[in-house]
């Protein structure tokens, strides 16, 4: 008997994503149809092995015809942002930006990092009802991003505003308005990194702005020469308000919608955060599960080159293929019977929240250390925390955004 199809257009709903609860569509599509065809015109993939296969395969599985859904049939002069390159033009763009997210940098915040988190969590009562959007994780990454650009932290409400304009169904902001405040954030960033060029300062920001952008063999990267910076081979305008962009907005959104929706589920699971307060080693191995578990970028696009097959579905060359990370993972077939539990002591956890590949997020580290340190704290100060209200959700299909959640910590 043929299995019914689920509903695959939903995933471009946005109430399926309001409600906060697509998981049971994503179940019955790795069931049944884990490869499935969607009226937009775009492949849905939502099983876990092939995801992660598709991500380690960008000759097959190309980023620069778009990575929204809302682009397919999209071109641009260049790209708008380093997810949207394949190697080797990808490769030679994350070379220029990967030296301020190695490691021993990361650690050279974690002292700035702890500073500012502490600010905040300090202002939390104990026992009072607070809504930890506005309270915490709305500030504390855009603080954390303005260090890292050399700029002024107090203006973090205003990145806040440029950010959420980026991310589709982030904002209730018409389109002319989403557009004005596009153009605000490309004016500032490029004005910063003009200035960085006159008189470079110890922040990445300099580091990019003073970038060029030649391979090491001397080759000029994917755009003509006509598409150059100021100097032969220095990075373009274009190219460096892809990256500042990129960094704004992935830099922040991400982290604060897995510190909104970790800590959101922690209360909805006392027992968890209690394991948490015993043992405090299981911190790290809570933040890959709140990782897993709240999937903060939902999906990603690629596209096929080449005709090929993703399990056993054929895919003619030019089709989109949607990741839906968000289903890989809870896959039973990679997390077990429990993937639908949150457990803060699992391990082996192959979450693919980071992405996967040549795409593996930069800022993967530096945003472990913020929750790491967030729960930290929170745990020194808190026996207990318990939901106040429902967790409101924005609409995005691409974002796992929180637009409120009302928790009460308790000493």
Known sequence: MTAVRPDVEQLTDPALYQSGDPFALYAALRRTHPVAWHGRGFWAVSTHPEVAAIGTDPETFCSERGILVDEIGSTYDSPPTMMHTDPPQHTRYRRLVQPGFK?????LMEAGVTKKARVLIDRIDSGEPVDIVPA????FPLQVICELLGVDGEQWPRFYEWSEAVIPGE???PPEVRARLQGEMWEYLIGVANARRVSPADDLVSVLA???SRSEGGSQRGPGPEDAGPEDGQLSEAELAMFLIQLLVAGNETTRNLLSGGLAVLADHPKQWAALRADRALVPTAVEELLRWTTPVISFMRTA???TTIGRQAIAEGDPVLLLYASANRDESVFGPDADRLRVDRNPNPQLSF???PHFCLGAALA????????????????????????????????????????????
């Open 103 to 107: 490691p021993s940098m990361v650690r």
């Open 136 to 139: 915490l994780s709305i500030p």
């Open 171 to 173: 904002s209730d902001n």
């Open 210 to 212: 003073t970038a060029h």
């Open 305 to 307: 080159t080449r005709p």
């Open 355 to 357: 992405g996967f590949g």
């Open 368 to 411: 472990r250390l913020e929750a790491r340190t967030v729960l930290n704290l929170l745990l020194d100060r808190f026996a207990t925390l318990e939901p106040a209200g429902p967790v409101v959700r924005t609409p995005s299909p691409v974002i796992a955004g929180v637009r409120q959640a009302r928790l009460v910590f308790t000493s």
